[in-house]
């Protein structure tokens, strides 16, 4: 309910000079908007930031290998 108020209050000025309903509707239709928006954008930067997070992990944690250990070719 004061959601609904606050952006009544705030397509209010939007609208500007133009005020009236026009700007109570922009503001809900602004609100309603953005609260179907906002978690999918949300989700998007949390599951980017954990797959950098885990790339870096993985880099930083290969083994290292020292260069005696690597394999040669059978004789022959």
């Known amino acids: 309910m004061?959601?609904?108020?606050?952006?009544?209050?705030?397509?209010d000025?939007?609208?500007g000079r133009n005020k009236g309903a026009k700007g109570a509707v922009l503001g809900i239709v602004a609100a309603t908007a953005l609260k179907r928006v906002i978690p999918t954008i949300a989700a998007a930067a949390i599951l980017g930031?954990?797959?950098?997070?885990?790339?870096?992990?993985?880099?930083?944690?290969?083994?290292?290998?020292?260069?005696?250990?690597t394999p040669s070719p059978p004789p022959g």
């Open 49 to 69: 930031y954990a797959y950098k997070k885990a790339k870096n992990f993985l880099e930083e944690n290969e083994p290292d290998y020292p260069s005696e250990a």
């Open 2 to 11: 004061l959601g609904k108020i606050a952006a009544a209050v705030v397509g």
């Open 13 to 15: 000025r939007i609208a």
